[in-house]
């Protein structure tokens, strides 16, 4: 099943694949080919490309031989094929220059290929990873040293320490991520948007920048009539019904302008009749059409602005009276430029009576009235300006990158609600060093006429600038920026690519599903941020504490088994962090990693607890309890108080304002009566736990009681001042 083209070689005409082209070939290409490679135009009989997919450009673009600027944007090379691209209509003879890998095509497939750069989460776990192995290794040195100094046994001083430095280790974090992400992932699923890769929703959440293609993702993707208007520019039914007529009877190439025109409002022609056409050209940009309509003979000609202005030497205004073209020249230009200005793109109408003639040749194309205007656009897709609000409201500023002119994207920003964005273009990209660009990209909201390696200079200048940027397209365009970016995003019926390289995919065209997509991805990392708070804060604390009192008791104050049995129960409950709720203000504003405000916490509340812990050391010594009792109650303190503590670092809120989710409490509750139930049950030897007396149980859950409003104390004042 091979694709071939066809090839002129040798004087002769014959079929090949594809794969088989080399530069220098000549190929022969008509309507619904596909360009095989990136070739420069011999020669073009009404060609018309359609170019959306490598540009992002709505309309098929016009090509034919001649000179462009090297410099020229790959939008503006009209005497160029671009491989990938297809023939929409005409014919041409083109000399393939490159082929493969090295076309623009090529170029963008190659990047993909590359390692894609470190994510803002990925940066954010191995920051975080660093800052726990540095506090492990100088705490675990220090307390083997000084034990050895001590002239405590050497392997039980290397065991202690090294159980410590597991104590202090999160190790359940991976598995907590996974959960959460899983868990993430099923409710996004449930709302429609399809997760690839799970680390990309702790990206979604962090996300504070949003960069989109326009067209076909802030856009329909296709080109509508926004009105017909008269010579003064205002509405005719008129010249609605003459483009209708002459789009009506077109028989020609299928194209999205005269498709629009049928679709935006039908007419009754059941006493017209089509008498001859001349077909739309590269050259004349106009297409006639002689009509008869209730006996009466018109020619009616639509077209490209100029060239049907050319044809004419009378204009007809809304009263139906005829004036010199050259009085009113100025003013159509006038309204010319204020549609332009608009971002739409502006066709002529006009007509002349004819006698009754059968065969119609161009050269009647002269003395013709001038009717109006036909103004088409690409128009945002349905709520786009509401949802843009919403996510602007979520603390995720939106920036359009698109190869359209700068007028259109101007306009479509307005629309979208982007007014007054500052808009830098490509040529202008073109010319700046790194450095200057990730300078400029904060202050610019709209990206026009870039190139699709463009796209990713823009989203890499944004990371360097410290946003995490998500980036939404569906084109082949756009394979370079989404693999470049934090979380890459695509629809699904964009191009298999663009979903085979994007991390998050929304089976719906409803931008509203953004929303709800980044709303779940931020209560995923809040629940992440939840365990990372309660291990590092407790985790410290007990191993910090622990690791003091080595220093003054005579003997060990946990055995390594019992400090590895204190990690597993004090992290089991946090196995349903993914299933707590969250509050609302955790869900307004994007999060990130932040391993100064992590590490302020660890202290903080570490040093709560290390409080607390020596206290218990204190009461315990004080009780003169033998020394597996001793271990005994270090062991249901330290675990009850790590596994009560997430009630507290769980919310900003008091405990009273925020309620934790159901199985996060079955859970802790759970793990609190196993570790009291321990000391009483036949094995408790093995792990060196002997019973308490019950004035000892008592006089520690006082302690743990102080701790958590202790706690509940320091939260409220933490967060009052950092």
């Known amino acids: 099943m091979q694709i071939k083209v066809t090839v002129l070689r040798s004087n002769s005409v014959s079929e090949v694949a594809v794969d088989e082209l080399v530069p220098g070939d000549i190929v022969v290409l008509k309507a619904g080919d596909i360009n095989p490679a990136d070739c420069l135009l011999l020669a073009a009989d009404h060609l018309f490309i359609d170019e959306a997919m490598l540009t992002g450009e709505s309309y098929p673009v016009e090509k034919s031989p001649g000179?462009?600027?090297?410099?020229?944007?790959?939008s503006q090379r009209t005497n160029s094929l671009w491989m990938g691209t297809h023939v929409q209509s005409g014919e041409a003879k083109a000399l393939v220059i490159v082929t493969g890998q090295s076309t623009e095509f090529g170029k963008l497939s190659g990047r993909i290929k590359l390692k894609a750069p470190e994510t803002d989460f990925e940066h954010g776990v191995r920051r975080f990873g660093y800052m726990l192995m540095e506090v492990t290794l100088i705490l675990v040195i220090m307390i083997f040293a000084v034990n050895v100094y001590l002239h405590k046994p050497v392997m039980d001083s290397f065991l202690f320490a090294l159980a410590l430095a597991v104590g202090l280790t999160p190790q359940l974090l991976p598995a907590v991520i996974s959960i959460n992400l899983a868990h993430g992932a099923k409710r996004m699923a449930a709302e429609k948007v399809i997760v690839k890769q799970l680390a990309s929703i702790e990206n979604f959440g962090s996300m504070n920048v949003l960069c989109s293609d326009k067209t076909g993702t802030l856009t329909e993707g296709k080109v509508h009539l926004q009105s017909a208007l008269d010579v003064d520019g205002k509405t005719s039914d008129k010249v609605l019904r003459y483009a209708y007529l002459n789009a009506f009877y077109e028989t020609g190439f299928n194209n999205p302008i005269d498709e629009a025109i049928r679709d935006f409002r039908a007419f009754d022609i059941k006493d017209c009749r089509k008498l001859a056409e001349i077909p739309y050209?590269?050259?004349?940009?106009?297409?006639?059409?002689?009509?008869?309509?209730?006996?009466?003979?018109?020619l009616i000609t639509k077209g490209a602005l100029t060239n049907v202005l050319s044809a004419c030497t009378h204009v007809e205004n809304s009263d139906g009276i005829l004036m010199d073209i050259d009085e009113v020249r100025e003013r159509i230009q006038q309204n010319y430029e204020a549609f332009s200005t608009q971002g739409l793109r502006t066709l002529g109408i006009a007509y002349k009576p004819l006698a009754e003639e059968n065969e119609l040749v161009k050269d009647d194309e002269k003395e013709m009235r001038f009717l109006g205007f036909l103004t088409l656009f690409d128009p945002p897709k349905a709520n786009c300006a509401q949802t843009i609000e919403q996510l602007r409201q979520l603390g995720v500023t939106l920036k359009i990158i698109t190869g359209d002119n700068r007028l259109v994207a101007e306009t479509v920003s307005q629309q979208l609600g982007l007014s007054g964005s500052k808009i830098l273009t490509g040529p202008e990209i073109a010319q700046m060093s790194g450095n200057a660009l990730m300078n400029k990209v904060t202050e610019v909201n709209v990206f026009a006429e870039v190139e699709p390696n463009q796209k990713e200079r823009i989203i890499i200048a944004l990371k360097k600038a410290g946003f995490v940027v998500g980036y939404m397209g569906d084109g082949i365009n756009d394979v370079s920026a989404l693999h470049a970016a934090d979380v890459g995003i695509s629809v699904d019926s964009a191009a298999d690519i663009a979903k085979e390289t994007a991390q998050i995919v929304l089976l719906e065209k409803d931008l509203d599903v953004l929303v709800k997509g980044v709303k779940e991805g931020r209560i995923t990392f809040a629940n992440?941020?939840?365990?990372?708070?309660?291990?590092?804060?407790?985790?410290?604390?007990?191993m910090f504490s622990m690791a003091g009192a080595s220093l003054f008791l005579p003997f060990l104050p946990l055995l390594p088994k019992q400090i590895l049995l204190t990690n597993l129960l004090t992290d089991f409950p946090e196995m349903t962090i993914a299933s707590d709720n969250v509050d609302a203000e955790m869900v307004t504003q994007p999060r990130r990693w932040d391993i100064h405000f992590i590490r302020k916490f660890m202290f903080t509340f570490g040093i709560v607890s290390s409080i607390f812990d020596y206290l218990t050391f204190g009461l315990l010594w004080w009780l003169q309890v033998p020394v597996e009792q001793f271990r005994t109650g270090w062991f249901l303190e330290s675990v009850v108080s790590a596994a009560l503590i997430v009630f507290v670092v769980r919310s900003r809120k008091s405990v009273f304002k925020s309620r934790p989710g159901k199985y996060l409490v079955i859970a802790t509750l759970t793990i609190v009566a196993v570790t009291l139930a321990l000391p009483y049950l036949p094995f408790a030897t093995l792990i060196g736990f002997q019973p308490l007396p019950l004035n000892v149980l008592a006089l520690l859950g006082i302690i743990v009681v102080l701790y958590l409003v202790t706690a509940e104390v320091a939260k409220c004042l933490f967060y009052r001042f950092v």
């Open 67 to 74: 000179l462009v600027a090297v410099e020229a944007p790959l």
């Open 528 to 542: 992440t941020l939840k365990y990372v708070f309660m291990a590092t804060s407790s985790n410290f604390g007990n």
């Open 281 to 298: 050209d590269f050259y004349r940009k106009r297409l006639s059409m002689l009509i008869s309509d209730s006996g009466a003979n018109i």
